[in-house]
């Protein structure tokens, strides 16, 4: 089956082949798809924008849609960035300053206060235009510096036991991650889907 990616974010594209061809899947982005729109993500949760997303793109293609929303939720700051990680300090800004301002914002945080979880929300779309949501988070904390070289966006300062996710191999990410789960929910959930 192959189906549409609602993404220009090449990292979360690799993670979407990655898991979903072990399902059979074929996964193309929505350049190839040959759909170059702007979707606003204006819901209220990740759950919200995640649909909106693949009800768009499902809408605009007539073809299967998958898409995710994602994001980081540290406690000591009240669940922020969240639903706004990708805007956060704004939306043109790049990664390492966003991280420098979450860091800065935890400079008085105890270690035992800098609990966070990223989160993620996938929307399918098929062929009868229902969506269908999988949810699933990755308990971590925020470290005090970058370390790893892969991943993107705030994987370097998210960690899980001893290593940030930007230390992690794109398996061992894949295996714990948010995106991961919520994928291997979906994956489980596809023959019925297709039926």
Same mark, same amino acid.
């Given at each position: 089956?192959?189906?549409?990616?609602?993404?220009?974010?090449?990292?979360?594209?690799?993670?979407?082949?990655?898991?979903?061809?072990?399902?059979?899947?074929?996964?193309?982005?929505?350049?190839?798809?040959?759909?170059?729109?702007?979707?606003?993500?204006?819901?209220?949760?990740?759950?919200?924008?995640?649909?909106?997303?693949?009800?768009?793109?499902?809408?605009?293609?007539?073809?299967?849609?998958?898409?995710?929303? $994602?994001?980081? +939720?540290?406690?000591?700051? *009240?669940?922020? %960035?969240?639903?706004?990680? &990708?805007?956060?300090? !704004?939306?043109?800004?790049?990664?390492?300053?966003?991280?420098?301002?979450?860091?800065?914002?935890?400079?008085?945080?105890?270690?035992?206060?800098?609990?966070?979880?990223?989160? $993620?929300?996938? +929307?399918?779309?098929?062929? *009868?235009?229902? %969506?269908?949501?999988?949810? &699933?988070?990755?308990? !971590?904390?925020?470290?005090?510096?970058?370390?790893?070289?892969?991943?993107?966006?705030?994987?370097?300062?998210?960690?899980?036991?001893?290593?940030?996710?930007?230390?992690?191999?794109?398996?061992?990410?894949?295996?714990?991650?948010?995106?991961?789960?919520?994928?291997?929910?979906?994956?489980?959930?596809?023959?019925?889907?297709?039926?």
């Amino acid at each position: 089956m192959e189906i549409i990616v609602a993404t220009r974010n090449q990292g979360k594209m690799r993670e979407f082949a990655r898991i979903l061809e072990e399902f059979g899947c074929t996964v193309i982005g929505m350049e190839e798809a040959g759909v170059d729109m702007e979707i606003e993500e204006d819901g209220s949760t990740f759950g919200e924008n995640a649909t909106i997303k693949a009800m768009t793109i499902h809408k605009v293609t007539g073809k299967p849609a998958i898409s995710d929303d $994602s994001g980081l +939720c540290v406690d000591y700051l *009240d669940g922020r %960035p969240g639903v706004y990680s &990708a805007r956060y300090q !704004g939306e043109d800004t790049p990664y390492p300053e966003k991280i420098a301002a979450l860091l800065a914002e935890l400079k008085d945080a105890a270690p035992e206060e800098r609990t966070a979880r990223f989160t $993620s929300a996938i +929307c399918f779309v098929g062929e *009868d235009s229902t %969506p269908h949501l999988f949810e &699933a988070s990755c308990e !971590g904390t925020i470290g005090y510096e970058c370390r790893g070289e892969n991943g993107f966006g705030y994987d370097p300062i998210f960690y899980v036991g001893e290593r940030s996710f930007a230390q992690l191999s794109g398996e061992e990410k894949n295996a714990m991650s948010h995106r991961g789960k919520a994928l291997r929910l979906f994956a489980e959930e596809l023959p019925q889907l297709l039926k």
